[in-house]
């Protein structure tokens, strides 16, 4: 090759033609351009819009013939008597084996990990009865779902039992406590009439999923079983017919807020006197917001589209076709609120802190509460 080069440069300067043998052994030399990094892509970070959200007045405790409420009887609805829904007060639960053999995967669950034990409750199941009565490792939960609202919600109870009362309010069920027959809403646990008017039960997050989802990350949970004997129902098929495919209420209601459709599933949250609800359908998978001087984030797992919200203190987070990513160090963290992956030691078993919501139906949350914000 240095050969080569001499010769040619000796014809370049006696202003020779190269001769064509030669030009034909000259090897075509490609120049590459040394290798840039790509540029990081700006992340999408998604914020929701301020919104002027009125405060929520707290509801005021009346009297009347001695006879404490927050609701009046004339304001209830009634469609049946006490109990003729029957609650589960002595739940039983199948094994791992059984469990394995009773459920499937893609089956509807309502769960609940609490004092370090796990349980999934099958909403076919629920369906029919609506209110368990339970313990976990001595502590006494009631766990409520209702199919006409389509909210599930578990409560510290206490020493009260609860049944299902027969009576609405805003077509939402209500329990009583066996107790003091005073009556509860199902899926905030505020009383509203009797001796705990004005009392709330404290709540505990629940999951509503497949139980594949469930099961994957709590395998050693168990399994609600079915009722046997008298209380034996057709737990494979709905109660209501075709009510969830149809907008119709049970009471018919002339306050339905129209920003959405009555049915359409929203998650609501509450802090400190300002409420709002975000459209489940159209949320991304990462949600900035602000509510009541608390800095949130709905994460949507897109997997399963499970949607929970969390404190997410300073950060911002947004998602990609990767994961979930802050956008303050850039570390990766689960749907789940819990780290994944960090170079920040301070991080490295950071978890965000869950903040208290509901899934539900639309109806049931803004007749509830009339001055919601809403996220569509």
Known sequence: MKKLFFVLTA??????????????????????????????PVPDIRVAEKQAIEFEEPLIVKEKDGKQFIVSDSELSYSQSPDLISSIDFPEFNSTLERNLKISGSEMVVGVF???EAKAYPVRILNWHEVVNDNFRGEKIVVVYSPLTFAAAAFKRASLDFGVSGKFYLNTPLLYDRQ??????????????????????????????????????????????????????????????????????????????????????????????YYKAYKISTMPNALNDELAGTNLVLLKNPVNNETRLFDRRDYLFFANETGLFDSQTFSQWNFDGSINSTRRSNLRSAKLDEVPSIRLYWFAWSQFHAKTGLER
Do not use: M
Not at 15 to 35: L, N, R
């Open 11 to 40: 014809l370049f300067l006696l202003g020779c033609t190269i001769p064509q043998e030669v030009e034909d052994a000259i090897p075509t030399v490609i120049i590459t351009p040394f290798p840039t990094s790509a540029p990081t």
């Open 180 to 273: 003091t027959q005073s009556l509860w809403h199902s899926w905030t646990g505020f009383a509203i009439q009797g001796q705990y008017s004005g009392d709330s039960l404290e709540s505990i997050p629940v999951f509503v999923g497949s139980f594949g989802e469930w099961n994957a990350t709590h395998p050693d949970t168990k399994v609600l079983d079915a009722p046997r004997g008298t209380r034996a129902k057709p737990y494979n098929t709905y109660p209501y017919g075709n009510y969830n495919s149809s907008e119709r209420l049970l009471f018919p209601s002339l306050s339905i807020d129209q920003r959405l459709r009555a049915k359409e599933p929203v998650l609501g949250v509450g802090l400190n006197g």
């Open 114 to 116: 609490y004092n370090g």
